[in-house]
């Protein structure tokens, strides 16, 4: 299924769509957006599904609502569905799409820089229940998706920084010449475009790579994990303290704590560690833990939905390109690691 | 992913599940049965959710219940669920399964004739959403099947009839000393449980067969719906009318309309149509339509979900075991055969 997943990298999106939507044997288009996204589809197509945003809304309440409308719109498995948005609506808008009549063909076309090198690709789907973030879900890969920066001119830095830190770990994981070349990257001259875009090719392709490898997510994905053992930590502790922090930002600090844990255990060249260092502190700002956090980060990555019999794996790195997944790290190198981190953030 | 769907068949059925459950490598296993299929399960399992039984509770209250029981259980993607039940709990658990958490491994067994050539092999889940029946779904195998006769000896005879109308389907697709031996069936004798298992073996695989050729039902899965384009009208008939008939007895009368149908468009051999005629005279009684219902069915064959522009479609036999799919038949023809059915059926 997923080798059969369509990349498009374009900065003309309504051609694209409008190809994809004029060629294809289906019945009839719906547009599932949010209430945001919604207004850059103009003027409105005939069948458009709006639905709130924002994670809290990724819900079984706003997945009945997507069913619902397909049903009184006459969609059968043989529409297609197009998902306008960032990471909320393609994995809601997708599941609903996977699901209503046992699933009909849908394509993504993400609005953020998260969205177009993280949730939009891959084929994870999904929704939250009971408080528990992608709680219910399915492995179902849009059959193409149209990836474009054209919709990055009005994100927040905030968001353009949160998605990078993604496109960072691709780098990472991928290509020291890339890696470099995205450390010289600077938030506050005006987006070029072409450049832009060709950096999401090579960090779409990854990801893609990589999945392809292990579409359901049995081992070699794991790959993906970089960062995120610590970052997951970073990020939930925050969020119960009330004050929740963008998930890419705790991603960078993941990213620099395990580049430091790369470097303790697998001699991940220090040079390295500090141009990511240097790079997170002056981007990333505003960490807000102090070594009183550490036994409850610490507890928080042992009861990680990925962590087996309460040990802490991440995947770490012997150089940028060449990852080891299912890694033990003590509490002790943790701790080393997260005093490393703050020497590095300055704080 | 369906052809690693391992089936066994065993009047061993005990034995079956717990190799399967001592093997692999799953951390817990849960079973979802309905409230009459738990008693079979006896000591009761530490980690059962029980289900209520029929079709009308095949609902997303039922999902969320199964959901939040393996919320609070603790089960994870690496446990194992094991579906034991008739099509109603092999289909809902097998969702519940195949979307908690994105999904775990799962195994059918199911307890009626039904279930077992029929929703437990192939990878359709799902349930009914908004009266409309398995609306929401997903193609998700179970990795095994395990298909015993075992608990068929307290099924009501009009629950064997109506499971064996697939496996006469099944034969008219596929094998005509099969067939013969099929309309040579009594059901008034008790069961042989070694030569039922062998039916049972060589029904599934037909079905399987056809499955594999086409897991997304594209196009030749359409052959299993054989009987069932005029079936599905008589049964949603009925229903409308407050008078419910069983799934297969609908199927039956279905099997001999498109049986005359294949004759008088495709030369199936008369001889064919009268023996089967014979069978399902002599055991679906009390056909409850006249001349006068003809309109109102023609009208539901051309909303089924599975019809094109209003045309209707069947699978048609040139002769047993040499099925074709997609043969538009005309309201003429249908009114021919609908007569031809009720002189076989002496009404």
Chains 1, 2 share one sequence.
Not at 41 to 59: F, H, M, Q, S, Y
Not at 186 to 203: A, G, M, Q, V, Y
Not at 301 to 326: A, F, P, Q
């Amino acid at each position: 299924m997923l080798m059969g997943q369509n990349l498009i990298f374009t900065n003309d999106v309504l051609a694209a769509i409008k190809r994809l939507a004029n060629g294809g044997d289906h019945n009839m288009t719906v547009w599932i957006a949010d209430v945001n996204t919604a207004r850059l589809v103009n003027p409105a197509p005939p069948r458009l599904i709006t639905i709130p945003d924002g994670d809290e809304n990724k819900t079984l309440e706003t997945v009945k609502h997507v069913w619902d409308e397909m049903e009184r719109m006459g969609v059968t498995r043989r529409s297609l569905a197009i998902n306008l948005g960032g990471g909320m609506v393609t994995d809601l808008g997708g599941w609903a799409a996977a699901t209503f009549k046992r699933g009909m063909r849908f394509i993504n076309v993400p609005t953020t820089l998260l969205g177009a090198v993280d949730a939009a690709v891959g084929g994870k789907t999904g929704f939250n229940y009971n408080g528990l973030k992608n709680e219910i879900g399915a492995f179902a890969p849009a059959s193409d998706v149209i990836i474009s920066t054209r919709f990055f001119g009005t994100l927040p830095l905030q968001e353009m920084k949160s998605g990078f830190a993604e496109v960072l770990k691709h780098a990472m994981l991928s290509d020291r010449d890339e890696f470099l070349r995205l450390l010289n990257h600077d938030f506050h001259t005006p987006i070029n475009h072409d450049n832009l875009l060709e950096r999401l090719r090579r960090s779409v392709q990854v990801k893609v790579d990589i999945v392809a490898s292990d579409p359901n997510e049995q081992g070699n994905r794991k790959a993906l994990n970089l960062g995120h053992t610590v970052g997951h930590a970073f990020e939930s502790l925050a969020m119960k303290r009330g004050k929740p922090v963008p998930h890419g930002y705790a991603v960078a600090w993941g990213l620099v704590t395990e580049a430091v844990l790369s470097h303790l255990l697998l001699k991940f060249p220090s040079e390295d560690v500090h141009l990511l260092g240097s790079f997170v502190r002056d981007n990333y700002r505003d960490f807000p833990f102090t070594c009183d956090d550490y036994d409850e980060l610490l507890d928080l990555m042992r009861h990680d939905k990925k962590s087996r019999n309460g040990e802490i794996t991440c995947t770490l790195l012997t150089s940028v390109g060449d990852y080891h997944i299912d890694q033990t790290v003590t509490p002790d190198d943790l701790t080393a690691a997260l005093d490393i981190l703050r020497d590095h953030l300055g704080q």
